[in-house]
């Protein structure tokens, strides 16, 4: 007899545990972030507006960019509104970390540091560092020139793990314009940046004394970042993502910012 009371108490037990765990998933489904930003139909995007042709304010004050773009048709096609938050690059991971948004968009470069701590989207797109120096500068040729030279980059920056590997003494910026600012006033020898970035700013200000002396054989990618444990979210724009490329819409947003495309 008492082996059947103890056989149906461990029986309640189980199913008891089971339906706890059950309810437990449930839970956590129902708090997970995707479910979040469906339900308040706003998800915030951590972003330095001031990198152009990536994020940026136009001439109006307007935020603007490619990685805007890409962000504001994502969450558009999955009827969540993007309100962004500005900040510098190199306080934007920690911003991260800290939740005060849910993901970044700011050409974040897919590093296997970051796959360590962080997740991302698919890529959306890939491009290339160069070697950023002023017209009149005859030494500096390639990275193995760097060892010794004054370079600026954004703390955080994969451009900056570059330039530490290379001798550099890294001047900190808060972003690519102030580490032009310091190139083309002599207060630094180079700058490490995405030629994507450096197009366009040739093209915005084609009178800059710079000129790029080398650039990297291999193109990386870029995606959005979001904080570990999101693969409901992230499976979600990536959806959409591929959705774009299919349809057409992708192209029309790259040829827009760069004349091609610029996912390959």
Known sequence: MKKIVSIMLGLVLIAALSACS?????????????????????ITIGTEGTYAPFTFHDKSGKLTGFDIDIANEVFKRLNIKPKYVETSWDGMIA?????????????????PDRLQKYDFSAPYIVSKGVLIVRNDNKDIHSYNDLKGKKVGQSLDSNFRAIAVQHGANVTPVSGFNQAIDLLTSNRIDATINDNLSY??????????????????????????????????????????????????????ISKKWFGTDVSK
């Open 95 to 111: 911003g991260l970390d800290a939740k005060r948004y849910d993901m970044v968009a700011n050409e974040v470069s897919v590093t």
């Open 22 to 42: 059950s309810n437990s998933n449930k839970k956590s489904a129902d708090n997970s972030l995707y479910n979040q930003v469906k339900k308040s139909g706003v």
């Open 199 to 252: 197009l366009d700013l040739k093209k915005q200000r084609p009178d800059l004394p710079i000129k790029t002396v080398y650039t990297e054989k291999s193109a990386s990618p870029n995606a959005f970042l979001f904080r570990k444990g999101n693969n409901d979210l992230i499976q979600a724009v990536n959806k959409e993502i591929a959705a774009m490329k299919a349809d057409g819409t992708y192209l029309k």
